[in-house]
């Protein structure tokens, strides 16, 4: 079993910055494809970008968010850069078993967090 706690959310204005951690445990992640999600009110949950044998974004994301991980702190980040009202969301962190894996479905991701709450105050 993976543990997987998100950290980092809040209160930002448009055009700021927030990095998420993701922490997990009971597991070394360094196997694991790693995944952002994020789902607003009232939406589907939608991918944000993963981290494997690739890194991948969601388009809506691109040349704003970085994923990254620290295998040695078993810790996955997202910096996001220039959010917008639209970005606010509950971000989840998610582990998948399948390293080189390309599917953007949360149906692919074997682990979940219970996320971390971002708002973009426009």
């Known amino acids: 079993q993976v543990q997987l706690v998100e950290s980092g959310g809040g209160l930002v204005q448009a055009g700021g910055s927030l990095t998420l951690s993701c922490a997990a445990s009971?597991?070394?992640?360094?196997?694991?494809?790693m995944a952002w999600f994020r789902q607003a009110p009232g939406k589907e949950r939608e991918f944000v970008a993963s981290?494997?044998?690739?890194?991948y974004y969601a388009d809506s994301v691109k040349g704003r968010f970085t994923i990254s991980r620290a295998n040695a702190k078993n810790t996955v980040y997202l910096q996001m850069n220039s959010l917008k009202p639209e970005d606010t969301a509950v971000y989840y962190c998610?582990?998948?078993?399948?390293?080189?894996?390309?599917?953007?479905?949360?149906?692919?991701?074997?682990?979940w967090g219970k996320g971390t709450l971002v708002t973009v105050s426009s």
């Open positions: 998610s582990a998948d078993k399948y390293y080189s894996s390309s599917d953007s479905r949360a149906s692919a991701m074997d682990y």
């Open positions: 009971g597991r070394t992640l360094s196997t694991f494809r």
């Open positions: 981290i494997g044998g690739y890194i």
